[in-house]
């Protein structure tokens, strides 16, 4: 099957699928040691249509939506006016990026990442900041590639759980 790769803005109707697309990303990604009931409650509490469907109304979010051949295979969200923590004068925050993992290297993320990018430029003239789990090696290097260098350390809570995370900014073009 040939891939026709769509980048376009996400509306009300994705809801259903960017909940779906999320949910498995992240327990692909980030629950490789299984599940437990803070993990459960986080996907049931906050992976939810309700909570994709109101962000294409958020003012402050955007949220960009990848297809092939009009599957749904990643997506991106940034939000604006918030602040980096690492003091970083850009806010413009790349909250998720997320591609399925049957399409991961062959680009999809790199042209979310550059539609979102283009989107804080216009709207906030500013680039991207983002947090990346520590231990996420492989998001780590896509970044570095694409030109983000780490400007500070934070830490995610979920449950009893701490996770140490890397603040990283895009390039200041
Ligand atoms: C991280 C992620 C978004 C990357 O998206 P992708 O579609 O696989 O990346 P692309 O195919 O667009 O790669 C773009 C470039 O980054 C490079 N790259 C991608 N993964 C890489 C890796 N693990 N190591 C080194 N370079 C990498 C590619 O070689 C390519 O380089 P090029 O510009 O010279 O061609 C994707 O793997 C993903 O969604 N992972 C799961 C969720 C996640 O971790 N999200 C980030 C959380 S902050």
């Given at each position: 099957?040939?891939?026709?790769?769509q980048i376009?803005?996400?509306?009300l109707?994705?809801?259903?699928?960017?909940?779906?697309?999320?949910?498995?990303v992240w327990?692909?990604?980030d629950?490789?040691?299984?599940?437990?009931?803070?993990?459960?409650q986080?996907?049931l509490?906050?992976?939810t249509v309700e909570?994709?469907?109101a962000?294409?109304?958020?003012?402050?979010s955007?949220?960009l939506?990848?297809e092939c051949?009009?599957?749904?295979?990643?997506?991106?969200a940034?939000?604006?006016?918030?602040?980096?923590?690492?003091?970083a004068?850009?806010?413009?925050e790349?909250?998720?990026?997320?591609?399925q993992e049957?399409f991961v290297?062959?680009?999809?993320?790199r042209?979310?990442l550059m539609?979102?990018?283009?989107?804080?430029?216009?709207?906030?003239?500013?680039?991207l900041w983002?947090?990346v789990?520590a231990?996420?090696?492989?998001?780590?290097a896509?970044?570095?590639?694409?030109?983000?260098?780490?400007?500070?350390?934070t830490h995610?809570?979920?449950?009893q759980?701490?996770?140490?995370?890397?603040?990283?900014?895009g390039a200041?073009?």
């Amino acid at each position: 099957m040939r891939h026709s790769l769509q980048i376009r803005t996400g509306q009300l109707g994705d809801a259903d699928r960017l909940a779906v697309l999320a949910i498995q990303v992240w327990l692909h990604t980030d629950c490789t040691h299984g599940i437990n009931s803070e993990v459960a409650q986080y996907v049931l509490s906050e992976l939810t249509v309700e909570r994709f469907s109101a962000r294409p109304i958020e003012p402050e979010s955007h949220i960009l939506v990848a297809e092939c051949n009009e599957w749904l295979v990643g997506y991106a969200a940034v939000k604006f006016g918030a602040s980096c923590p690492s003091g970083a004068r850009s806010t413009a925050e790349l909250q998720t990026l997320y591609v399925q993992e049957h399409f991961v290297g062959r680009g999809v993320g790199r042209s979310l990442l550059m539609a979102a990018e283009a989107k804080a430029r216009g709207q906030s003239a500013s680039p991207l900041w983002l947090t990346v789990n520590a231990q996420n090696a492989r998001a780590i290097a896509f970044y570095a590639r694409q030109g983000y260098s780490q400007v500070g350390t934070t830490h995610v809570v979920l449950g009893q759980g701490r996770y140490e995370n890397h603040v990283l900014i895009g390039a200041d073009t």
